[in-house]
């Protein structure tokens, strides 16, 4: 069965810093992963997603992803802060041994930017 | 605008309680979820379906029940609802290996 686990509940940095956060996948079949994002008293919103395609994933915002098989990991990086990033960030994976390709989710990392 | 809705953003309820959560998608999806998302624990299946009057179990689904009627709506139910279960509840839909869209989230507090 596929699973996530996202590093660090939470993560601090100052604006116009890098950030970093980091996700390990488990997956006996070649995942289909995503980087998720809440804002407060929102719904999730995706921000990128990769499917087997390039390594490297772009998604809104300025944010990327790398995907890398030989250390299970899809971390998800932007190069410099903005304080609208603060939010939650989820990290998730496909079950495409399900029916329906459900998406199990990461615990979460909370993102504060400092000024 | 693709659109996921929930029939309410907050929810309070006594314990004992039949609850019924609604929620309605625009966009012909087949598949629609039911999550509910608690601090540290991430958002944690409780049931899905991938087909009008078809339903699975998540990976929660002790104490609530789901009814699907129509492709466009997927109800959850919580047949006698306990303190344990106040939470935010986000519903999802997409097409088989499509991009998932959610809800806005209904937060229910059980007293």
């Known amino acids: 069965a596929q699973s996530v686990t996202q590093l660090g509940s939470h993560v601090s940095v100052s604006e116009g810093a890098l950030v970093l956060l980091r996700c390990n996948y488990s997956?006996?079949?070649?995942?289909?992963l995503f980087w998720y994002v809440q804002y407060p008293n929102q719904g999730l919103q995706l921000l990128l997603k990769?499917?087997?395609?390039?390594?490297l994933v772009k998604g809104i915002n300025g944010f990327e992803a790398e995907f890398k098989k030989s250390e299970t990991s899809f971390h998800l990086t932007k190069p410099s802060a903005h304080m609208s990033d603060a939010a939650e960030y989820f990290c998730?994976?496909?079950?495409?041994?399900?029916?329906?390709?459900?998406?199990?989710f990461g615990s979460g990392t909370r993102l504060s930017i400092r000024p | 605008d693709v659109k996921v809705t929930q029939s309410s953003r907050y929810l309070v309820k006594r314990t004992g309680e039949k609850v019924f959560l609604e929620c309605v998608q625009d966009?012909?999806?087949?598949?629609m979820f039911w999550y509910r998302q608690d601090p540290g624990l991430g958002l944690r299946l409780i049931y899905f379906?991938?087909?009008?009057?078809?339903?699975e179990k998540g990976d929660i689904p002790e104490g609530y029940s789901v009814s699907r009627e129509k492709k466009e709506r997927f109800s959850l139910i919580l047949e006698s609802a306990s303190t344990n279960q106040t939470s935010m509840y986000l519903c999802?839909?997409?097409?088989?290996?499509?991009?998932?869209?959610f809800g806005p989230g209904t937060r229910l507090t059980v007293l």
């Open positions: 998730a994976v496909s079950d495409q041994d399900s029916s329906a390709s459900k998406i199990i």
């Open positions: 997956s006996s079949v070649p995942p289909y």
């Open positions: 999802a839909s997409s097409f088989s290996l499509g991009e998932t869209y």
């Open positions: 379906s991938y087909d009008v009057k078809m339903k």
């Open positions: 990769y499917t087997s395609a390039a390594t």
């Open positions: 966009m012909d999806h087949e598949n």
